[in-house]
């Protein structure tokens, strides 16, 4: 039959989607989707019955199918809004709701609707890729040879297929000693690698009442699966795992856990793991990781960490990207929606999920503080990159630019005098000829400066480059990031962009990046993430869709449940429903911050200070005994509120998300964050000079919010200036108007000529 909506044209048949003439590229599990909602358009089909027609006889997550709808979607060129032809109804499953002209496909003339049929499904199948681990276990008994001892073992076999399938887990058991199990698989798991030690602790325990030597390894990653199984009983493993098989021989007494370096960055700290000695693996030396001697594999149910849910198709999108990358064929991506929806929380999954080592992995994050401070995140990445603090002496910094440049084959004449000057190392021992262009060549030596230096990492190995929060990023650093993003595709680097609603639609450059806006979870995650809680008894299973509910899809609100469950437990309050669970995230907010007591004085300096809190300005300004300060911050780190990091020899504070920040800071009363706004601006000029110098945006920032707008316009004038210097004109205009706005505060006759000066000036350029 053919079907006509609106421009398109499907024949099921042919097996073709034609839209205005053209035929449309379309995989058959799209076609497949698409028919069986079409010919089912009387009703309602739901996930189940997709599943079922669509993907018969396979086994595969939800995910499978969310993302299968989004392409489908896509092939149409429709949003998923009222105004698409496929509908979606929440909790009952989808429609296809277009007006539809139906015809034979020989005879142009409309027929009457047939009756319901069912879609061809075709055996060229859509490769599905997952996260999956594999468990791999060598085994020996001693008397494998005598008849008890071959019984033996094939009852240790026998029980370890029966732990797996119980886990909705296959298994394979090739001769010579040897068991795979494949997790996640058939079933698609969200956390392959907790559910691989577990299973991995059962089969320890059969292998001890055995008597059997045993070791079990773990490897995780990627997987593309494709096929039932119906004929052996495994998938086919068409890209990213084998198993980890250690050439080593096995006594009769040995009983070991060995990880993998995925699957040891996938846990996390949800265990105490030990690097071992480098073992020859697959016939190469390889580091592994194992159980400290002081705990055991099944440590993991009692550490406690709710599964990471609903963003599976965006994590395979990142880890496609990744692959391109590392191939050389870089990629971009944009990661855009509402505060608390998740989208630091994927970037820091899919690192923890995929085997990027720390060190090729660069961070750029844009502050609120520095809207107008060209290039204030690149430089934070540089002096990361080069090891530079503010108290570095300048020849010492001179050196490690020098060093840098020098491992590339890079005459240090090309970079050096413009890193020099961004990074403001003032004493140099060479003429810096390159900064003496005009101001439009200067600017656009700054930027392929730090571009070389961003990309010249990626020239050896893959890199992922993150930008954050980059509503706030400087207008500087979005021309460098659209000129950089130029040269991505011949890279071997990933970069990717997180920022609010909105973020990057007007800037040109991302229209080369994929864009991922990341919505509310749906229902069903949300329950999952609740009844997972519940499972291990941190939660009442009464509460899981009052609670579901209420959090609206935001997976921050659903996170701050669980550390309000956390600290009701550790405080002895075992019976959660007597709390009143807030309606909203501003109101569960408010009420864990006033939980914290007396260190509440602390979170709301710390609010003040802004996104990062250095440990030294804190004692300087929130008047607290040393002792007690430290006691305080280590008691917020334990509930989840602030963050601690080591910056060269101090240590800095951070919030765990910006809108915990933001509800410390409307907790004050105006005039008290007045006060506290000057109190900071004075500390950091006193106490932490070199800062101030650096930073003059930031501490105007806090005069403006103070009682001194004379002081403000200072620093505005002065941050204006250090834009001029670096040839950041926009940027510049924009700190001078502050700097007019400010004095316009003021009856001083000397701020009012200082505006009048300004004026002028920027009448000139």
């Known amino acids: 039959m053919r079907y006509v909506f609106s421009n398109f044209e499907v024949s099921s048949e042919e097996r073709r989607l034609i839209r205005d003439g053209v035929q449309v590229p379309t995989e058959p599990r799209i076609l497949d989707v698409l028919l069986f909602l079409i010919q089912n358009r009387s009703r309602v089909v739901t996930r189940k019955e997709l599943l079922e027609a669509c993907w018969p006889g396979i086994y595969v997550s939800d995910g499978a199918l969310s993302r299968c709808l989004s392409r489908v979607r896509k092939a149409l060129d429709q949003p998923r809004d009222a105004n698409s032809p496929i509908q979606t109804l929440h909790s009952k499953g989808y429609r296809f709701v277009a007006e539809l002209d139906i015809a034979d496909e020989g005879d142009p003339k409309v027929a009457p609707e047939e009756t319901q049929e069912q879609p061809a499904v075709t055996q060229a199948h859509l490769v599905e890729r997952r996260f999956m681990s594999l468990v791999h276990v060598s085994f020996r008994f001693a008397d494998a040879g005598s008849a008890g001892g071959a019984d033996r073992a094939l009852g240790f076999v026998?029980?370890?297929?029966?732990?797996?399938?119980?886990?909705?887990?296959?298994?394979?058991?090739?001769?010579?000693?040897?068991?795979?199990?494949?997790?996640?698989?058939?079933?698609?798991?969200?956390?392959?690698?907790?559910l691989a030690v577990t299973i991995a602790d059962a089969v320890l325990a059969i292998a001890r009442r055995a008597g059997a030597g045993v070791r079990v390894t773990i490897t995780s990653g990627v997987a593309s699966v494709q096929g039932n199984g119906e004929s052996d009983g495994s998938p086919a493993m068409l890209t990213g795992l084998d198993p980890l098989q250690v050439v080593a021989p096995i006594t009769r007494d040995d009983a070991e856990l060995l990880l993998?370096?995925?699957?040891?960055?996938?846990?996390?700290?949800?265990?105490?793991?030990?690097?071992?000695?480098?073992?020859?693996?697959?016939?190469?030396?390889?580091?592994?990781?194992?159980?400290?001697d002081d705990d055991a594999p099944s440590a993991l149910l009692r550490n406690y960490e709710p599964p990471?849910?609903?963003?599976?198709?965006?994590?395979?999108?990142?880890?496609?990207l990744w692959d391109a990358a590392a191939v050389g064929k870089g990629r971009s991506l944009l990661i855009t929606g509402e505060p608390g929806i998740g989208k630091t929380g994927l970037?820091?999954?899919?690192?923890?999920?995929?085997?990027?080592?720390?060190?090729?992995?660069?961070?750029?994050?844009?502050?609120?503080?520095?809207?107008?401070?060209?290039?204030?995140?690149?430089?934070?990445?540089?002096?990361?990159?080069?090891?530079?603090?503010?108290?570095?002496?300048?020849?010492?910094?001179?050196?490690?630019?020098?060093?840098?440049?020098?491992?590339?084959?890079?005459?240090?004449?090309d970079h050096l005098p413009i890193l020099a000057s961004l990074l403001t190392v003032t004493e140099t021992r060479r003429p810096p000829a390159t900064l003496r262009l005009d101001g439009e060549r200067s600017r656009r030596a700054t930027m392929e400066a730090i571009i070389f230096m961003i990309l010249s990492t990626a020239r050896e190995r893959p890199v992922l480059l993150w930008i954050d929060d980059i509503q706030w990023a400087d207008p500087s650093t979005l021309v460098t990031l659209?000129?950089?993003?130029?040269?991505?595709?011949?890279?071997?680097?990933?970069?990717?962009?997180?920022?609010?609603?909105?973020?990057?639609?007007?800037?040109?450059?991302?229209?080369?990046?994929?864009?991922?806006?990341?919505?509310?979870?749906?229902?069903?995650?949300?329950?999952?993430?609740?009844?997972?809680?519940?499972?291990?008894?941190?939660?009442?299973?009464?509460?899981?869709?009052?609670?579901?509910?209420?959090?609206?899809?935001?997976?921050?609100?659903?996170?701050e449940i669980l550390r309000m469950a956390l600290d009701a437990a550790a405080a002895g309050e075992r019976d959660l429903a007597a709390y009143a669970i807030p309606d909203s995230l501003q109101g569960l907010l408010a009420g864990r911050l006033e939980a914290t007591g007396a260190a509440l004085l602390v979170v709301q300096w710390a609010s003040v200070i802004g996104k990062i809190a250095p440990r030294d300005l804190l004692l300087q300004v929130c008047g607290l005994d040393e002792a007690v300060l430290d006691a305080h911050l280590t008691d917020l780190v334990d509930k989840g509120i602030l963050s601690a990091a080591r910056r060269g020899g101090a240590v800095e504070y951070s919030f765990t998300h910006g809108l915990i920040r933001d509800a410390a800071y409307e907790s004050m009363l105006v005039d008290t964050r007045r006060e506290r706004h000057l109190k900071v601006a004075e500390a950091f000029e006193n106490y932490f000079p070199a800062i101030a110098a650096a930073e003059p945006e930031r501490i105007a920032i806090h005069y403006s919010a103070s009682t001194e707008p004379r002081r403000a316009a200072a620093f505005w004038q002065a941050a204006g200036e250090a834009s001029i210097e670096r040839h950041a004109l926009k940027e510049a205009r924009m700190l001078f108007r502050q700097a007019i706005d400010a004095s316009a505060q003021t009856t001083d006759v000397q701020h009012r000529r200082l505006a009048e000066e300004i004026e002028a000036m920027l009448s000139e350029f």
Do not use: W
């Open 308 to 320: 990471f849910v609903g963003r599976t198709k965006e994590l395979l999108l990142l880890s496609d």
């Open 158 to 194: 026998r029980d370890t297929v029966e732990v797996a399938a119980r886990h909705g887990c296959s298994a394979t058991s090739p001769p010579g000693g040897q068991l795979t199990i494949n997790v996640g698989y058939p079933q698609s798991v969200e956390l392959p690698a907790r």
């Open 482 to 559: 659209e000129r950089l993003l130029e040269q991505v595709p011949e890279s071997r680097m990933l970069v990717v962009a997180c920022g609010r609603t909105g973020a990057g639609d007007d800037q040109q450059g991302f229209d080369r990046a994929k864009h991922v806006h990341l919505e509310p979870m749906e229902h069903i995650y949300t329950r999952r993430f609740l009844s997972d809680m519940s499972e291990h008894g941190t939660l009442p299973s009464a509460l899981i869709d009052p609670i579901s509910k209420r959090s609206e899809g935001v997976p921050l609100y659903l996170r």
């Open 347 to 413: 970037v820091e999954e899919f690192l923890l999920r995929t085997d990027v080592p720390s060190e090729d992995v660069f961070v750029m994050r844009c502050s609120p503080h520095h809207t107008n401070t060209p290039f204030y995140p690149q430089l934070l990445l540089l002096r990361e990159m080069l090891e530079i603090e503010l108290d570095t002496p300048p020849i010492r910094q001179l050196r490690l630019i020098e060093k840098f440049l020098e491992q590339f084959d890079r005459p240090p004449t």
């Open 260 to 292: 993998d370096r995925r699957t040891a960055r996938m846990l996390g700290d949800r265990v105490a793991l030990q690097e071992t000695e480098r073992l020859l693996v697959d016939g190469q030396s390889t580091s592994l990781f194992k159980m400290s």
